[in-house]
């Protein structure tokens, strides 16, 4: 077998064992496999493996490898951050855009969303530490936008995303991850309907699962280091 079969199957498994351990359907965690910087070859070998979420960064990168891969029917995920300029490809070519950190963002997506296509889904990404250094909205924007979003006609607005800052122990890996799942249990209590949890990597899949990740997101582990 090769690494990326053996990684997805071990990957696979970990998901399913945490899922039990903290009491969670496994059905509720998908799995996305984070592409960037690995080649078509390598998402060709994981699909072959029934991967379908395959998620990317950088979007000449992604259109060159969609382009190469056109015969095969994958869900792409856009994760990296969005520049005004570059909605455009990703209306066009995404079914998923994880990283929406301001309504401008989003307003772009609906107008440029062909009708052919159903909408695209969107995650707001929160900045749950409140670090200067990262993107993301500040959990006390978050019920706002969310409800601006949810407006949009050809935007679908789906949950939370966040990427904390790395910490050793699974205790305090789980703190920002409790604050997110909160903040999506107040939004559809005010009446929206989102479903999912945008969190979890390599190294912090236990702490994400535990705290109700409804979609991990994965690179390392599957495709092995990014040079
Ligand atoms: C690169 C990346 C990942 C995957 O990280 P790994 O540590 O390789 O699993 C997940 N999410 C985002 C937003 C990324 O940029």
């Given at each position: 077998m090769q690494n990326i079969e053996k990684n997805l199957n071990k990957v696979r498994n970990n998901i399913a064992h945490l899922a039990r351990r903290y009491r969670r359907d496994p059905k509720d965690i998908s799995l996305l496999a984070v592409s960037k910087k690995k080649s078509a070859q390598d998402i060709r070998t994981a699909y072959s493996a029934l991967q379908i979420n395959f998620g990317e960064n950088y979007l000449q990168e992604a259109r060159q490898k969609m382009l190469e891969l056109s015969d095969l029917e994958i869900t792409w995920h856009f994760i990296g951050a969005i520049q005004s300029n570059k909605t455009r490809i990703i209306a066009e070519?995404?079914?998923?855009?994880?990283?929406?950190?301001r309504l401008k963002i989003a307003q772009r997506l609906n107008e440029q969303r062909?009708?052919?296509?159903?909408p695209i889904n969107v995650c707001i990404q929160v900045n749950i530490d409140l670090e200067t250094s990262k993107s993301g909205v500040g959990l006390e924007q978050v019920a706002s936008l969310a409800e601006q979003i949810n407006n949009?006609?050809?935007?679908?607005?789906r949950g939370l995303m966040a990427i904390p800052a790395p910490h050793e122990e699974l205790e305090s890996q789980r703190k920002p991850f409790a604050r997110l799942r909160h903040e999506l249990t107040l939004l559809n209590q005010n009446g929206l309907d989102c479903n999912t949890l945008s969190i979890g990597m390599s190294h912090d899949m236990e702490a994400a699962i535990a705290e109700g990740s409804t979609l991990v997101r994965i690179g390392t582990a599957i495709f092995g280091e990014r040079l």
């Open positions: 070519h995404f079914d998923w855009a994880h990283c929406i950190d062909p009708d052919s296509m159903a949009l006609p050809r935007v679908r607005l």
